[in-house]
């Protein structure tokens, strides 16, 4: 199985990224999606999550009405749109799958069985 995010950089405050993850070695459908964020010295963060049909999606309170997460399983593709940016949204941002396959958004990092590599956001005040 394999992850892997694309679309960090170094923004200014204000300003929009959207992150991607692409998916392979697993049936994407299958499997529920999340982004976390990391910061060093700190825990791995939710920051969202998307049913396996993507009809159904969570947020943390942080960045609720700012991200997006979306999904394309024809393409095996993870999306997060990330608006109005903050210098607090610094982070590494890692996108994982989850195979759970109950009804309640997985919000613990230890619920999901792969992560990628990670992609850093910057945003710069």
């Known amino acids: 199985v394999l992850l892997t995010e694309a679309g960090g950089g170094l923004v200014q405050a204000g300003e929009s990224l959207r992150l991607s993850c692409a998916a392979s070695?697993?049936?994407?459908?299958?499997?529920?999606m999340g982004w976390f964020r990391q910061t060093p010295g700190k825990e791995r963060e939710f920051v969202a999550w998307?049913?396996?049909?993507?009809?159904?999606?969570s947020y943390a309170d942080s960045v609720k009405g700012r991200f997006t997460i979306s999904r394309d399983n024809a393409k095996n593709t993870l999306y997060l749109q990330m608006t109005s940016l903050k210098p607090e949204d610094t982070a590494v941002y890692y996108c994982g799958a989850d195979n759970n396959i109950g009804a309640i958004a997985s919000r613990a990092p230890w619920d999901y069985d792969y992560w990628g590599q990670g992609t850093q956001v910057t945003v710069s005040s």
């Open positions: 998307i049913s396996r049909n993507g009809g159904r999606t």
């Open positions: 070695g697993l049936t994407f459908s299958n499997y529920a």
